[in-house]
């Protein structure tokens, strides 16, 4: 795993936009579409907006949810809500190219079979993601990949729901798409962050964040997240 340490939040939201919009034209130069997957958090939105200034071909961009609340439509705990202000208000990006997470469904578990059918239609079958946008929460928990709970068994479907985590139901994508993914992009900062960076950088799987795939992962972390810890 590469990790390279910026000196704030700030720094490594505008080089997670750069590497983003590196890939994103690249990737279509090679096979057509770039697919993304974005995770949500303060760093992330301003990630976003920058990468929504850069010049790439967004017509053949399309953004998936890495996980979202059950809340409803416009909702400021929805992921989405942020997803779509960061996005549409600073980029040519076509809303028709966000694929939101139907969180809204009266029945959750069929709407998560549905995301993951969206996801084979744009990415293929199995969906291969190009790029997927992580976050690392104190408790060790990625995407909505929670201590304890059931959905970090399943290893048979790519999105389902979560039980009630900080106050809501949550659907997530599952470790076997994240780790199919071609690149995975961590986003870490903040002091509160330092434990369990420290973990996630010795592949530790007693948390959820030790489970993804080093080999394709780059960390970008700021220097309070890094703390006193000695990289190599």
């Not at 990468?51 to 809340?71: C, I, L, S, T, Y």
């Amino acid at each position: 795993m590469d990790i390279r340490v910026l000196p704030d939040a700030e720094e490594v939201a505008l080089e997670a936009a750069r590497l983003i919009a590196v890939m994103a034209r690249k990737t279509v130069e090679e096979r057509g579409r770039f697919v993304l997957a974005v995770s949500g958090g303060i760093t992330p939105w301003k990630m976003l907006q920058s990468f929504g200034k850069e010049d790439v071909p967004w017509q053949n961009v399309h953004v998936f949810q890495v996980d979202e609340r059950v809340a409803p439509s416009g909702h400021p705990d929805r992921n989405l809500t942020h997803l779509r202000a960061c996005l549409l208000g600073h980029s040519p990006l076509s809303e028709d190219n966000i694929h939101a997470m139907p969180v809204e469904s009266k029945d959750l578990e069929s709407a998560a079979v549905s995301y993951a059918l969206t996801l084979c239609k744009i990415a293929g079958t199995p969906p291969v993601l190009d790029l997927v946008h992580l976050g690392l929460g104190s408790d060790g928990h990625t995407a909505s990949l929670v201590p304890g709970d059931q959905v970090l068994k399943v290893d048979g479907s790519d999105v389902a729901m979560t039980g009630v985590y900080q106050g809501r139901k949550r659907m997530t994508l599952t470790y076997p798409i994240i780790n199919r993914a071609r690149s995975i992009l961590w986003v870490v900062t903040g002091a509160q962050k330092v434990t369990m960076l420290k973990r996630l950088l010795v592949a530790d799987a007693s948390i959820p964040a030790g489970r993804i795939c080093q080999d394709i992962s780059l960390i970008l972390a700021d220097s309070d997240a890094i703390g006193g810890m000695m990289l190599k």
